[in-house]
């Protein structure tokens, strides 16, 4: 491990992200062995003397590490601003907070866009090893490890954060003294990966894609990856959120045509596109989408997702909402019957709510009151209160 | 009214469809006037004498005219064969049943890839004007018309078809006897719009798309048709029928990577969305998927539903299907609600079955035996039986 550095974004040298290199490397799943890994990290609040109340936080597929502080070089506020933060559900005046970003990703750790071993100075790009959800895990334990942390009091993260949260939680039960695996799923649906094919197959048709080389051609697959945001987009509402947000209110009454944006969902949507591709890396998209695709908890086990679980002393809260159609609440449920089998010591609340999968990001206050209460509750038991 | 001919396609010179072209033209609800509008369709049966047993047929957004026989451009089968044929429930011993080519489409009638009437030689493409389903019906009228059909026995469709058949029984109330919309809507989600829109935006991404001017270059833009057509397949089927089919089985069980067909989800889509490029003009496509957004009977009547059927005599038989998530029961319900609300003749049937909006034109004897039964009922009331 090198010491801790604010290291260069290589794709945008006037950014610089808190991280980590360990130079052992990791060996993935794959097969394949990373040489230096690179972990972007932020902490908040103060680690206390016996290391006993570390937070992890893992974000979601275009998620990164400012989880409760404005992302300095997409200028946005932190994603999970309404639960971590002083005197929030996850209090950082109480908890030591760790929130880095996934190997594969591109907001400084390990990634696609890292340059490539071979000293070429050209990026990984597609020959960047496929990783999977426990590879990204296992990147997060070099850097808990760094810290001299042996058991994190807590881990919690949604949609493809909550993968990640039942991957710790069955790779190093020992490590894990609470999970908290939010609108999340223990294997990704045939329905879910076509919608992720779909996104590929957008970038993989933009001629500026060039097969993944796009960086030598000092240009970008903008339009391919605008039009897997979109389609991802569409999943993360719910019906009922989407037409309260927008119904079929015509931006244009005057004149009919079948290209531009004549509806406002339509103009909506080309923004959350646009402004998506300004932020994030095509491979990385390609790389992380098929992280989650390859999610499959209980395949790992014989197709017995309790035998993942089996003799977990772990807390577990799973959390679903109502309108959640990416990741339904039948989801949730079935990893909490799983834990329920090994009898685990597991909490399942479905929230009601009508904002879809987005509904883990935003403002809801039960949720965010179910997972204060589910903590105060653990720190109790750990003797943290 | 020029007279009937085996009018060539211009797009496939070697194809001829059976057409028929009105001199007169049509005027269209954007304000423009069509020049010498062609129709191209198929009949099956025989008209009886009183003229009295036409059965009108709409096809959905990808379909022709070809409903009880092969394509001879496509090679596909009849894309309602389980419904339309000698004995079946629109049995064709019976009923003459008229299947037209919608207006904008790509199977012969007049729309964006036929000649442009300013002589140049090219198509229409972008410049063709947009049309809406009540336009669809208006060319389609001019076809019975010159039957000499006052009164059509019935008009049956689905999805879009079904949003025909709705535009049918109110404009010409008084020349529907019977009318079957399945597995429709009054009007365009905010969601659907946004699943059109994801089409839309990959087709205009294509480079080959040349801003809808493709055909002067030789080109098509294949691959962001396939990706809307895979875009739109996904919400044609339940989650139930595509984990049924295909799970989260593997193409390629060694090695991991990001692209390529590695479930076999995605080799299906992948399938679907080249497959569909061969048969399909990228210009129809965003023409009649917008025509399908900018569809809101309701919105034409002060936003009351039943408005637009008031006094109506025509008899309704709704259907929807369990699973459709795409066009959901509560949609047709809501339109029987408002045909209740004016004393309409209406029954409404939700099929219980798991294959999605799909289901309207799969196997589903449910939905067939329901539509004989009602067909005869009304046979009987029309004096036809």
């Known amino acids: 491990m090198r010491g801790r550095t604010m290291d260069q974004n290589p794709a945008f040298p006037e950014t ?19 040489p230096a890994v690179t972990v972007a990290y932020r902490t908040y609040g ?35 601003e309404y639960l971590v933060g002083p005197g929030k559900p996850v209090d950082t005046h109480k908890y030591f907070v760790i929130c880095a970003n996934v190997l594969g990703g591109c907001m400084g750790s390990t990634g696609p866009r890292s340059p490539h071993p071979n000293d070429s100075g050209q990026p990984w790009g597609t020959d960047f090893p496929q ?31 909550g993968m990640q949260v039942l991957a710790w939680a069955t790779l190093y039960p020992e490590a894990v003294f609470a999970a908290v695996p939010v609108a999340t799923a223990s294997y990704h649906s045939a329905q879910n990966i076509a919608f992720h094919e779909i996104g590929r197959q957008a970038i993989a048709a933009d001629p500026f894609f060039y097969g993944g080389r796009y960086w030598g051609e000092g240009v970008r697959p903008e339009r391919g990856l605008a039009v897997a945001r979109m389609t991802a987009h569409i999943t993360y509402v719910s019906e009922v959120a989407l037409t309260r947000k927008f119904g079929r209110k015509l931006q244009h ?91 685990a010591n597991v909490s399942f609340v479905e929230v009601q709510s009508d904002k879809g999968h987005d509904a883990f990001l935003l403002d809801e206050p039960d949720f965010h009151n179910t997972l204060r209460g589910f903590l105060a509750g653990c720190a109790e038991h750990a003797g943290l209160a």
């Open 16 to 34: 610089q992200h808190q991280s980590v290199t360990f130079s052992q490397g990791l060996a993935l799943d794959c097969g394949q062995h990373l």
């Open 253 to 343: 009454a005057e004149g009919l045509s079948a290209l531009g944006d004549q509806f406002a969902v339509e103009s909506y949507l080309q923004y959350q596109g646009s402004s998506f591709v300004q932020r994030f890396d095509a491979n990385s998209y390609l790389t992380i989408t098929r992280a989650m695709d390859l999610f499959d908890l209980a395949a790992d086990h014989h197709g017995v997702l309790g035998d993942a679980f089996k003799g977990t002393k772990t807390r577990f809260l799973l959390v679903s909402f109502s309108s959640d159609w990416l990741f339904p609440t039948a989801q949730s449920r079935a990893i909490a019957r799983a834990l329920n089998h090994v009898a």
């Open 46 to 80: 103060t680690l206390n003397a016996e290391k006993s109340n570390a937070i992890l936080i893992c974000h979601a597929l275009t998620g990164d590490q400012y989880v409760a502080e404005r992302n300095p070089e997409t200028g946005k506020p932190g994603w999970w």
């Open 131 to 161: 990783v999977t959800i426990q590879d990204m895990v296992r990147a997060q334990k070099l850097l808990v490890d760094s810290f001299g942390i042996t058991r994190l009091f807590a881990v919690v993260g949604g949609s493809m954060g």
